[in-house]
DNA sequence: CAAACGCTTTCCAACGTTGTAATCTTCAGC
DNA sequence: GCTGAAGATTACAACGTTGGAAAGCGTTTG
């Protein structure tokens, strides 16, 4: 089988003890003892069980990253930045897909895994604020997103409301009056879409122009295609409209493709906006101006927060709250002179 | 504390064995002992620890998907096709980025979380076949795409020269004479890019064309930007060409939206294939026509031979190889009329 | 009626590691 | 040369689980 550390300490000619002193780092070790037990190791190779480590420690230093879907890019890239902030610390992370299903949240949330990792980032979708109750579990844990707020566990978010305020602001000092709001859900209050509603709300009142329901047109789903799905409604609905703010960068690019196909122009027509600043918007025709919600900093900081909860007293400090700042990124779907019809 | 076995035992009024033989479902329980045991686990809310159970079993269910990045989306769509496999599989993944780079793949290979794991799947980039006397770790392992051949593991890849031959064949069927490989990497024999290179020269040579190599166009980093990057080159050099080859969907894209710069029309002008069928490509303007390189027949592949190898005699078969089935997918970009000048 | 059998449950040890406490060494100070 | 303290190492137990073997028990069989 493999190496153990009963055959570091006989080739090392010590107890097994003091090479797990060696290995962990203890104090009061002499030089010379310490070079013998690490030339063994070297010489055998061997490499420590984590499972028995963390049977004995209570530790893994495995972090599980549950989120709705790693196709999305939005999740894929959050991923890549949680898993680098991760792996600066010496953390290993496990991904789990929940589909962004209420029940299948639930149910991972709750699942014997749980007791495998050392704590929990958990991204939902399925979630709402009702079940704020139900996700206070023993492993630690740090909610991302914005479907419950105030909850009993540490939270990061980006500044939805601020940010689309600006965003639908971006639009507004390039002369564009008549905006979409894209990607709404009327019932909602909390959560990306009303958040995002409620900042576009802030900026046209801002303005001093009102608020018109039927600029506000609910998608479902922020996938591309339901994003084509819903323009394509618009456009045959008649209508009008001079600028989008959409709620995320996937269904702007799907109504930007059907927009062009319709044969209106991008920006000079109709100008556009995403959220989340994904790789592609880079990259599409014309480059999709959006909103970089921080991701970075929101994965850093999480990452900073769980291994906090992990480390230090268990309930001692109440739930913090911490929002990543954001910026806007202005790209070709924009760039229209600022209030043209002024001049 | 948590809930042990020792206090499912006690509230069941058995043995803790009896519980952990409930728990692995062995023979010869009898039905009401069954139930009583399952109602105190239930009532306590017992869930076993992992890290104990890995221990003494030498089996964690965890297994680990080494890749470049997740960021790519290529290989986003491969990890959530593995971990979908995976967890209908009761297994759970552990992803780990090496970002492509030779000295950190062999790194995480040879890292103690390989002993966490029963088993790896291992997508490469920075590694050579000159490398393959190196992957040979006592974890079960498959090894995924066209970096390493005739390995001592299992292996899992796609049909690739076949799949670029087809490519090509597609844009010589509309008519294209003057086609870009675009994408290659010269000195490369094997590897996606060389496979992919002798598909291209394949069909030509079957079409009665000459093989040029200034239609070869190198492109180191498959992202987008380098797509780009390189498209801006070749219009700039005068390159006269109808057609474009490219090995990859990313670059595809960032090609195309430079030639859409430079004001050629996509398909009139010139005709792109890409390769892989990243989700993207559907939504792109115009749509991509690419290779569907059987992404799911690949992870189900790729689990069902791990987990083989996990459960099965440790060396007992041979290394197994294995190509999944491709199509191409015919979209926007090339859709021209079938060789049209032959009319 | 004893022996044998099959089903069910239990006992014991072990997986590889680390925390606690005990022991052994070294060396300063007198 | 002795005492005491600090430094270095070790013995032992324990983490929660499962494999293997043994034991209990009810039933059948010769």
Chains 1, 2 share one sequence.
Do not use: C
Not at 97 to 117: D, F, K, N, T, Y
Not at 180 to 188: I, P, Q, T, V
Not at 301 to 328: H, N, Q, Y
């Amino acid at each position: 089988m493999a190496i153990t550390m009963r055959d570091v300490a006989q080739a090392a000619d010590v107890s097994i003890k003091t090479v797990s002193n060696v290995i962990n780092d203890h104090p009061n070790i002499k030089a010379e003892t310490r070079e013998r037990v690490l030339l063994a190791i070297e010489k055998l190779g061997y490499q420590p069980n984590l499972s028995a480590r963390g049977l004995r420690s209570g530790r893994t230093d495995v972090i599980s990253l549950i989120i709705p879907d790693l196709k999305n890019a939005y999740f894929a890239e959050l991923a890549d930045a949680v898993m680098t902030a991760a792996a600066k610390r010496g953390k290993v992370v496990i991904i789990e897909q929940s589909g962004g299903s209420r029940a299948r949240e639930l149910e991972i949330l709750h699942g014997p895994r749980m007791r495998m990792v050392d704590g929990v980032l958990y991204s939902v979708l399925g979630l709402g604020q009702e079940d704020a109750g139900l996700i206070d579990i023993p492993t630690p844990m740090v909610l991302l997103g914005e479907r419950i707020f105030h909850g009993p566990t540490d939270h990061v978010t980006m500044q939805n409301i601020e940010a689309s305020q600006a965003a639908t602001e971006h639009l507004l000092q390039r002369g564009r009056t008549r905006l979409l709001a894209f990607g709404a859900h009327r019932n909602e209050v909390i959560g990306s879409a009303g958040l995002r509603l409620e900042g576009y709300r802030r900026a046209l009142q801002k303005a001093g122009l009102d608020y018109r329901d039927e600029l506000a047109i609910d998608v479902q789903s922020w996938h591309r295609s339901d994003g084509a799905q819903a323009m394509r409604q618009v456009l045959e609905s008649g209508l009008d409209f001079d600028g989008v703010v959409a709620f995320n960068d996937s269904i702007a690019l799907g109504a930007m493709r059907v927009m062009q196909d319709a044969g209106l122009k991008i920006p000079e027509d109709v100008a556009i906006i995403g959220f989340d600043d994904i790789d592609e918007t880079r990259y599409s025709l014309p480059t999709l101006s959006t909103i970089d919600p921080g991701r970075r900093e929101i994965a850093e900081t999480a990452v900073a927060m769980l291994l906090e909860r992990i480390d230090g007293a268990p309930e001692a400090t109440p739930a913090r709250e911490f929002e990543a700042g954001f910026k806007v990124i202005s790209r070709e779907s924009t760039a229209i002179r600022p209030a043209e019809d002024s001049a």
